[in-house]
């Protein structure tokens, strides 16, 4: 049997993702934990790694199991074995053919940042801090130059081990309400490190570093050492996995409302 499972998590406890021989990753905890409902061990496969102190709002796993539990048991029962830092948000069978990584369609993540001359100690690990003025207008005129499907090469972390680095962004929008500036970006998928990296190059352009079009001349350079430095991972959570109706897969990003209340 096949289960997927939603699952939200702090990443600022955790050592990324992946599971670690410490045994420190975000899949450590949830395979300790799922292994308690179904008194065997379970290797959970993700849509998406996050890296050392990043969120998610709503990352999605799969697992095979040959234990027949309720729905139920997967979520509260993993919950009560989970650190308060992971939580289980539901859980469903899927066919065999489902793939929580291969199966989607799209990956949003959100960048929260706080645009303040003084750092905010409530909000540490939770979202980056840029202390200077930002020009939210020239941010977006900038982003629209990550529109459509490019080489994303200048955005690119040297470790990055995807095939190819050519991506399409269908949707990335920039907002701000007071003191909080976010950034939500849709694609097909995303390389390692790119979300942070666009981000940083963005507030280059917002504190009047370069121009708007600077952006689109980094795509078409394709070279990383060009942009600006990768930004902290603070503030950045992978908010939803977007699926083809069939699977019927819950689509949940709660932190605009949370902060843009």
Known sequence: MRIALGIEYDGSRFCGWQSQPSACGVQDALERALAQIAGEAVRV???GRTDTGVHALHQVVHFDTGAARPDTAWVRGANAFLPASVAVLWARPVGDEFHARFSAVSRRYIYLLLNHPVRNALFAGKAGWFHAPLDVAAMQAGARHLLGEHDFSAFRAAE???KSPVKQMQRIEI???GDCILFDLTANAFLHHMVRNLVGSLV???KGKHAPD???S???GRDRTLAAPTFAPDGLYLASIG???RWNIP???RLPDLVFR
């Open 45 to 47: 496969v993700t849509a």
């Open 160 to 162: 990055c081990q995807a």
């Open 175 to 177: 907002s701000r309400r």
């Open 204 to 206: 280059y352009v917002g």
């Open 214 to 216: 600077w952006i689109g």
């Open 218 to 220: 980094l795509l078409t």
């Open 243 to 245: 699926y083809e109706p």
């Open 251 to 253: 689509i949940s990003a």
